[in-house]
């Protein structure tokens, strides 16, 4: 059973305006959350991340939102521009023995439109 | 420049016919990882490596195995593939196991089993 759920496989945003992704977690024990972008035939690659002694992580245009009592975390990118458009990955650790483990949700494909 | 090679970045097998897809790394990583993308599941972890022989399972580890003579190499190696196990397989690297280290992936190898 997943433990990171990302429940919008496509979103589609104008250029200009706020992209908002979501992601669902299960697992009480995750600690930390990565939020991972990938173009098509690349490896993905880090974007931002959070802690969860922490509610708001910022990063030039990215923040990251996390509502531990929901169980939810949100990747807001403004404004969006074109070279977003990629698969966005949430993804979660647990514990600092995690050996790297990372237990990523199905991914959401962002396009950006003119 | 730092960075993670797979290879091939393609292939197409027949079904029990042994193969190896070579992973390396030149970021003086201690943690090394095989992942594999599916469609609706995002990224699973098939192995990990935590040290120079020294691997673990991940998630989804059947049919697959892994070695690791040398800090900078992390072959996986499939000793009878079959259909199911057609997939994008990606290698991974972190500097160390802390839960928001940041991984490091290969760009991909797409592997196809007849």
């Known amino acids: 059973d997943q433990q990171v759920k990302q429940n919008s496989p496509s979103l589609s945003v104008q250029e200009g305006r706020i992209s908002i992704l979501n992601c669902d977690y299960t697992?009480?024990?995750?600690?930390?959350f990565l939020w991972y972008k990938k173009y098509p035939a690349e490896g993905p690659t880090f974007l931002i991340s959070?802690?969860?002694?922490?509610d708001k992580n910022e990063d030039g245009r990215f923040t990251v939102f996390l509502n531990k009592s929901a169980k939810h975390l949100s990747l807001h990118i403004v404004p969006s521009q074109p070279g977003d458009s990629a698969v966005y990955f949430c993804a979660a650790s647990a514990g600092a023995d995690s050996w790297g483990k990372l237990q990523f949700g199905a991914g959401t494909q962002v396009v950006v439109t003119p | 420049e730092a960075q993670v090679t797979q290879n091939p970045r393609y292939l197409i097998t027949v079904t029990g016919k042994k193969l190896t897809v070579t992973c390396s790394q030149n970021?003086?990583?201690?943690?090394m990882s095989w992942y594999r993308q599916d469609p609706g599941l995002g990224l699973r972890q098939i192995y990990y490596?935590?040290?120079?022989?020294?691997?673990d399972k991940g998630d989804v580890p059947e049919g697959y195995k892994v070695s690791r003579k040398e800090k900078r190499n992390f072959p996986l190696i499939l000793e009878s593939p079959s259909p199911n196990q057609t997939s994008l397989y990606f290698c991974?690297?972190?500097?160390?196991?802390?839960?928001?280290?940041?991984?490091?992936f290969g760009q991909g190898t797409r592997l196809t089993v007849v």
């Open positions: 490596s935590m040290n120079v022989e020294v691997t």
């Open positions: 970021m003086n990583h201690e943690y």
């Open positions: 959070i802690s969860s002694i922490k």
């Open positions: 991974a690297s972190s500097l160390s196991h802390g839960g928001g280290t940041e991984a490091f």
């Open positions: 697992n009480s024990m995750f600690d930390y």
